[in-house]
């Protein structure tokens, strides 16, 4: 019996080990196809692109930002982050399953509301930093020396700005506590006659064991640091800081990013809004990505709202949402194309593509858009209701209320009628005649 198990063992080894060793390859090969595909496919953020979507942020504390950007590789753990921290406090955020780096942004409230509120930009910074990690860390850089350059960017008691190989570097002034600087990036860039700084701090925040990352300018990229190399800002925080094994882990040595976050779509619509550096960028180029994402089969969504996602299979059904004359019972106006908008035909991009300088032809009336002339008016009893004008009925009523509000004429009396069939009135009296 012993003997034919392991006859038939080794006959089971012999047949499925190269099936299964065919198996693995072509899995390899098709991964290795779609990582392909997903990197053709994505379209890279221009330097100006990335100088806007980075100039909100370029001036934080460079441990700060590090979290930041790693943070934004995670859209949706930052919504569900920034719903816990609101209904709760900062208390329950490090026994959460979110990434650390989510839970180290969740410790400054102001910064993970911010990066919630503009969910569709930061999903673009993490596209960023996914496949473009260098070029982000250049374009703070940029953004950074220029601020410098414009003598907005200096020493002060909550922050300290250092130079290393050409290289511009933000840490912490003071050993225990944050500041998360606050500024118009329309103007921290540019040189200009402003009265008094331009940056402001509010409160001091708590600099604690999840502050574990940092930004290797050199390499351009962030590390994971551990509280261990020292040096800079981390000799002088390390003593005040209670090092937890939640923040401080053999196994953040590799910086962990959610590269899914390519496949999330993006509205480019809002991304216009962050054009305070280079005010002539658009995101077309970029609109491509979301056409990828349909081919990973991931459902493109373009709502302003996001908790407008939510679809009514019901009113599907009957009814076509798409359709744009729905508009016009929603209490506003359809808006209008930008063909036909002056502010919009005196830009030189339109007025260069005589195709959008065009005109756009209204479409005609629907049938069941009331004319501007009325039709004459019918008789109340007619049975052609779609002639029914209401004014002349409101003029009839009124004449009646008038007619109603007359008193009556006076009318003779009229003999009472004697005849039988009913109760008649006594005769009058003879009392006080004369004979």
Not at 143 to 162: P, S
Not at 365 to 377: C, G, I, T, W
Request: glycine share 6%.
């Amino acid at each position: 019996m012993r003997k034919f198990l392991a006859v038939s063992l080794v006959f089971c080894l012999m047949v499925y080990a190269p099936l299964s060793s065919v198996a693995m390859q072509y899995q390899d090969q098709d991964q290795g196809q779609y990582q392909d595909q997903d990197a053709s496919s994505y379209q890279a953020f221009s330097p100006e692109q990335l100088d806007n979507l980075l100039a909100p942020i370029a001036l934080y504390p460079d441990p700060l930002l590090a979290q930041v950007l790693l943070a934004a590789t995670f859209p949706d753990q930052i919504d569900e982050a920034a719903r816990e921290v609101r209904a709760h406090s900062p208390d329950v955020i490090d026994g959460e399953s979110w990434d650390v780096s989510v839970k180290a942004v969740a410790h400054y409230p102001t910064v993970l509301y911010m990066m919630d509120d503009k969910i569709d930009w930061t999903t673009s910074l993490g596209q960023a930093y996914v496949n473009q990690s260098t070029d982000v860390m250049e374009s703070v850089q940029r953004l950074r020396a220029q601020a410098r350059d414009a003598g907005n960017l200096v020493t002060n008691q909550q922050q300290e700005v250092v130079e290393d190989g050409g290289n511009v570097e933000i840490w912490p002034a003071q050993p225990q506590v944050i500041y998360v600087p606050e500024y118009n990036p329309s103007i921290v860039y540019f040189r200009g006659g402003f009265a008094g700084g331009v940056i402001a701090f509010g409160v001091g925040l708590a600099i604690g064991a999840w502050l574990n990352h940092d930004c290797d300018w050199r390499e351009h990229r962030v590390f994971y640091h551990g509280w261990e190399h020292g040096g800079g800002w981390e000799e002088r925080s390390r003593p005040y800081v209670h090092v937890t094994n939640v923040y401080v882990n053999k196994t953040y040595i590799n910086v962990n990013v959610n590269r899914t976050v390519v496949n999330r779509t993006v509205n480019y619509n809002n991304l216009t809004r962050y054009n305070s550096v280079h005010r002539d960028v658009n995101y077309n180029n970029v609109r491509v990505n979301n056409r990828a994402a349909v081919q990973n089969n991931v459902r493109v969504s373009n709502d302003v709202n996001r908790n407008s996602n939510v679809n009514n299979k019901i009113i599907e059904r009957n009814i076509n949402t798409n359709d744009p004359r729905l508009n016009q019972y929603r209490g506003y106006r359809a808006e209008q194309p930008v063909q036909n908008r002056p502010e919009v035909q005196n830009r030189p991009e339109v007025q260069n593509r005589p195709e959008m300088n065009r005109p756009v032809q209204q479409p005609p009336p629907r049938q069941f858009d009331r004319p501007n002339n009325p039709p004459p008016s019918n008789p109340v009893f007619n049975t052609n209701r779609g002639a029914f004008d209401p004014r002349v009925t409101s003029q009839r009523g009124q004449q009646s209320r008038v007619q109603m509000d007359r008193p009556a004429p006076m009318r003779e009396a009229q003999p009472m009628n004697r005849g039988g069939g009913g109760r008649s009135n006594p005769p009058p009296s003879n009392q006080g005649r004369r004979r």
